[in-house]
């Protein structure tokens, strides 16, 4: 298997304490997970299906207007805010994986790492922008041979935690 595509463009931009989180290659489930002590909590925030945007499509290498499912979250650890997710996950990728429609308050991470067809293909670091004034990254993943995106922005609670504040 070749390894992702990491893009680290901004990496040495981004404050020191978030550059390892920026750049995980493992489940950032289970890193906070273990950061929080088992108090970890996936609030969702807004679920919707809704067609792929031109750029999306391009990203994805599928035809602009293509369903998808997108899902918004919070994950918190010891109640905290530390990360906002947003996942776009196309029906391709859905059929015949019903868990990933109906995660609730699990993971997408705890699904998706258990999938033994799970590949990474690239990893983006996002530099805050006005619409969303956080560090950020955005990983493509393929499974079962299907693209979906996941999007996580680390939010202020995070280097709270990091720092012991």
């Known amino acids: 298997m070749n390894p992702p595509v990491f893009h680290p463009l901004f990496l040495n931009r981004a404050p020191r304490e978030l550059?390892?989180?920026?750049?995980?290659?493992g489940s950032l489930t289970q890193r906070l997970v273990a950061m929080s002590q088992g108090r970890f909590e996936v609030v969702p925030l807004r679920e919707?299906?809704?067609?792929?945007?031109?750029?999306?499509a391009r990203v994805l290498g599928l035809r602009p207007g293509l369903a998808v499912l997108q899902r918004e979250v919070e994950l918190r650890c010891?109640?905290?805010?530390?990360?906002?997710?947003?996942?776009?996950?196309?029906?391709?990728?859905?059929?015949?994986?019903?868990a990933l429609v109906h995660l609730g308050n699990r993971s997408l991470g705890s699904v998706l790492f258990?999938?033994?067809?799970?590949?990474?293909?690239?990893?983006?670091?996002?530099?805050?922008?006005q619409a969303l004034p956080y560090w950020g990254r955005c990983n493509g993943y393929r499974v079962g041979g299907q693209p979906l995106l996941v999007s996580e922005y680390?939010?202020?609670?995070?280097?709270?935690e990091l720092l012991g504040h």
């Not at 799970?118 to 805050?128: A, I």
């Open 154 to 160: 680390f939010l202020p609670g995070l280097l709270g």
């Open 48 to 56: 919707q299906w809704r067609g792929l945007s031109g750029q999306e």
């Open 114 to 129: 258990a999938d033994p067809t799970l590949v990474r293909e690239s990893m983006k670091v996002l530099p805050p922008s």
């Open 19 to 25: 550059r390892s989180w920026l750049s995980e290659s």
């Open 78 to 98: 010891k109640g905290v805010a530390c990360v906002y997710a947003n996942s776009l996950l196309p029906l391709p990728v859905l059929q015949g994986r019903r």
